[in-house]
């Protein structure tokens, strides 16, 4: 008979039962994933499907802004609001909870009778878009709880190409769907990806939220953490946490930049295409789209092979010069160029797009667990503050402007904040020491525990917390 102390021969070892864990642990991630993308579709179905709405049911333009602008404010509150909600509840909870409301905010709209449809309208671009935030938000937060802080890496670009793929379906789909089956048909299917997200999100059990708090507080949280996971001090411990590290706090002002940037080609795209095609604009929108998606999700692969075979993340240099490439191929892909010119642009700006929303994603997530939260709402807000004041500059802009000028300026914008964040990293990684906690001492490190991983220094461009070097 084995020992009490140790397997016997019939029980797996330690490392056999922590692959065994991995292993289950990646594949409820995929099926959650599968559940989010489906959701996803949703989304970018419903932003069609309900802005077209929008206009055939008051037949103004103005309406359609208004509706983008209330759900744009949504999400800018939830942002503020959900690290407080993550120190109080599971992420689980929030994430059942977000989609069931988005989901019974879409039967409300269906049953709505025509004297009442303007108000159920508003309350769907209230919920869709607190919604929307509240989970992807509780989702990034507690990536590292999921999987590992050493599978980060490879659980956000899985994430994002789920994304990605939800997102040309959908505005793909959308057109089509409404043309043929009616706004009816096209809400209840809207309806059911949320249904079905929900299903999965409650079939599985998913960490972080309220139970990640209380780990990173054993292992050794600051004041600051307890303060956050108190709850009513939340907002000024998110700045508190931004301002501790200059360089994840500029990190997250350009993620606002690169918000109002990408509202600039989202809104010329239709124009510049309607100029190359005034007979069917749509064509070279869907074209441009479908192939920014191709890029993206081929990033994602790359990513994916790269870190699982060096044991590294991309880290916030890769985040600063994917934001360069990116914010310079957009400007580019206005240029007039030739449309396979434009075609290989537009997969270089998907592409670069992806390594920065991998890069950002991962980055944030070497917080403490307390405080992880709280920073993807700040940044939320941010991005949707961005998002929305650049609707509302661009939308003027190219009244009077052409859209490459517009673009120009925005993405030029974004460019400009990026240098500055990238030399910004390079002068902390100039004044970490070597040794053996510095550059030249962390080079030898071959993993990090867990607590390790989570007290990481994201205030330090030339590594995330998590990563691991091997040799």
């Keep these: 008979m084995g020992s009490a102390d140790g397997p016997t021969a019939d029980e797996p070892d330690d490392g056999s039962r922590m692959t065994r864990d991995t292993a289950v642990s990646e594949r409820r991630f995929r099926f959650l994933v599968a559940g989010y993308a489906v959701s996803s579709y949703g989304t970018f179905l419903n932003m069609v499907a309900l802005n077209l ?25 939830a942002g503020l609001v959900v690290g407080g909600l993550l120190a109080r509840f599971s992420a689980k909870s929030i994430m059942l909870w977000a989609n069931v409301g988005q989901g019974s905010v879409m039967l409300v709209l269906i049953l709505a009778p025509d004297s009442v449809v303007t108000g159920a309208l508003m309350a769907v671009s209230v919920v869709i878009g607190a919604c929307g935030t509240l989970f992807m938000v ?50 209840l299917l809207d309806m059911a990806t949320f249904v079905i997200c929900a299903v999965t999100v409650a079939l599985l059990p ?33 700045f508190l946490a931004l301002a501790a590290a200059p360089g994840l706090g500029l990190m997250v002002a350009l993620r ?18 309607t100029s190359l095609d005034a007979s069917n ?13 191709l890029g993206n999700i081929g990033a994602q692969q790359v990513i994916q092979r790269y870190t699982q075979r060096t044991g590294r993340t ?40 992806g390594l920065t929303e991998v890069a950002y994603t991962s980055h944030l997530q070497t917080l403490p667990a307390t405080l992880r939260g709280h ?97």
């Design 53 to 77: 709405f929008v206009y055939e049911t008051t037949g103004r333009a103005l309406a359609m802004g208004l509706f983008m602008a209330v759900r744009l404010a949504s999400g800018f509150v």
């Design 138 to 187: 509780a989702l990034r937060s507690s990536i590292p709880e999921m999987v590992g802080e050493d599978r980060r890496a490879w659980a956000n670009s899985l994430s994002i190409t789920g994304r990605s793929l939800a997102m040309v379906a959908g505005f793909a789909s959308a057109g089509v769907v409404v043309s043929l089956v009616g706004y009816t048909a096209a809400f």
């Design 206 to 238: 998913i960490a972080g939220g309220k139970g990640a708090g209380s780990e990173a507080g054993a292992s050794g949280a600051g004041k600051g953490e307890k303060e956050a996971k108190s709850g009513p001090r939340w907002r000024p411990v998110a």
């Design 256 to 273: 606002g930049v690169d918000a109002f940037g990408s509202s600039s080609h989202n809104a010329a795209l239709p124009i510049y295409s």
């Design 281 to 293: 604009p749509a064509v070279f929108v869907s074209a441009f789209w479908c192939v920014w998606a």
């Design 314 to 353: 991309v880290g916030a240099l890769g985040f600063g010069y994917g934001t360069v490439v990116m914010s310079a191929a957009f400007i580019a892909a206005f240029a007039g160029f030739p449309l396979a010119v434009t075609a290989v642009i537009a997969l270089i700006a998907g592409a670069a797009d």
């Design 375 to 471: 920073a993807f709402g700040l940044s939320a807000t941010f991005e949707n503050l961005g998002f929305g004041v650049g609707m509302i500059l661009v939308a003027a802009a190219l009244d009077r402007f052409s859209p490459l000028a517009v673009v120009g300026w925005s993405h030029g914008a974004a460019i400009v904040v990026a240098v500055v964040f990238l030399l910004r990293v390079a002068a902390l990684r100039r004044a970490e020491p070597a040794g053996p906690m510095g550059r030249a001492g962390g080079a030898e490190r071959v993993g990090l525990r867990k607590e390790e991983a989570v007290e990481g220094r994201p205030d330090r461009g030339d590594r995330d917390g998590a990563e691991v070097s091997r040799g």
